[in-house]
């Protein structure tokens, strides 16, 4: 079974500028999560969807940050204009459907360096 | 507040010998916690999941605990490996709708030869 797909793994740009992220789910899996991770801490929920739909995103920063996930199926993060705040690991996971204990599945990791 | 408190922040050890891992958390109300190893440069993996009615899950030379009265759990490594080096996370469900993860912000383990 294939794994969450991230790309691209490594992004640097300059403060600013704009960056996209696309996460493809495991194929099947109705709910994908991103979050974020700076260095030297646990990740952070930006966002939720349930299918097509957004479940959660009380913590994203939604003046720079916006995501999508138009046919329920891949997803992409967007970040517009970046700061260097924002460098950090943008994970994408997903699990079978909510709720209940289904586990979240973890991809790579995209790594952003804003300068 | 919920939270989840990791220690020690990093730990060094020698290959071949075993250390424990601790986590305490104030997540309510409570559904499972989650011990996860996470390789430099990859996602989170899952090593172990405890209900609140378990008080050990071993997984291979892992061993995780859950104590739901103290709000503690620990993960012990067995007989380290050069691999075990890694940041393990402590993460805990809430259960709500929505599957909410609190997640803990590691230890990093250098396991050294």
């Known amino acids: 079974e294939a794994g969450v797909a991230q790309s691209p793994r490594y992004k640097i740009i300059e403060k600013r500028q704009s960056v996209a992220f696309w996460c493809n789910p495991i194929?099947?899996?109705?709910?994908l999560y991103w979050y974020q991770q700076i260095l030297g801490q646990g990740p952070k929920l930006l966002i939720q969807?349930?299918?097509?739909?957004?479940?959660?995103d009380s913590q994203l920063p939604k003046d720079r940050f916006s995501a999508e996930r138009l046919k329920g199926v891949d997803s992409t993060l967007k970040i517009q204009p970046a700061k260097l705040e924002d460098s950090a690991v943008y994970l994408c996971?997903?699990?079978?459907?909510?709720?209940?204990?289904?586990?979240?599945?973890f991809g790579p990791g995209t790594r952003l360096t804003v300068t | 507040k919920n939270q989840v408190e990791q220690s020690p922040q990093s730990l060094i050890i020698l290959e071949g010998k075993n250390c424990t891992l601790q986590?305490?958390?104030?997540?309510?109300?409570?559904?499972?916690l989650r011990w996860y190893k996470q390789d430099t440069g990859r996602g989170p993996v899952s090593l172990t999941i405890?209900?609140?009615?378990?008080n050990t899950k071993s997984n291979g030379r892992y061993t995780a605990t859950l104590d739901a009265d103290t709000k503690q759990s620990s993960l012990h490594i067995t007989a380290s490996q050069l691999s075990d080096s890694a940041s393990y996370i402590c993460?805990?469900?809430?259960?709500?709708?929505?599957?909410?993860?609190?997640f803990g912000a590691g230890t990093i383990l250098r396991v050294k030869s």
């Open positions: 993460v805990v469900t809430l259960m709500e709708y929505g599957n909410k993860l609190v």
């Open positions: 986590c305490n958390y104030t997540v309510s109300p409570f559904s499972n």
């Open positions: 194929s099947g899996h109705a709910t």
């Open positions: 969807f349930q299918n097509n739909g957004v479940v959660d």
């Open positions: 996971a997903s699990s079978l459907r909510v709720p209940g204990n289904n586990e979240q599945y």
């Open positions: 405890m209900t609140f009615s378990e």
